[in-house]
């Protein structure tokens, strides 16, 4: 579907599109992230032995920044959000 626009995709049967800021982030960073939001008080444990997978899991925005879109949340009131609504929604 090169060069298609929203009304494409929407065509097509594609309604979501899963985007990002074009910022990196570690799991590290982001597990310290998620603890700090929910206030959690254990340890985060990380596996050495497993293999450490891809390095980096930046997504390339550039197509959509050019079509003059730009992410409104960031990571961190993003999750906060996302947790708050949980919390708000689930016993």
């Known amino acids: 579907m090169e060069n298609t ?3 494409d995709l929407y065509e097509n049967g594609i309604t ?3 985007i990002g800021t074009g910022e990196d982030l570690s799991i590290k960073d982001l ?3 998620v603890k700090e939001i ?5 340890n985060i444990i990380f596996d050495a032995t497993k293999p450490d997978g891809t390095p980096r899991k930046l997504m390339d925005v550039s197509r959509m ?3 003059g879109w ?3 949340t ?4 993003g999750i906060e959000k996302a947790y708050k609504w ?3 929604n689930y016993e």
Do not use: M, P, V, W
């Open 70 to 72: 730009k992410h409104k």
């Open 38 to 42: 929910t206030g959690y008080q254990g």
């Open 65 to 67: 920044t050019s079509l």
């Open 16 to 18: 979501h599109l899963n």
């Open 31 to 33: 597990a310290t992230l």
């Open 86 to 88: 949980f919390l708000e």
């Open 5 to 7: 626009d929203a009304k």
């Open 74 to 77: 960031d990571l961190r009131s």
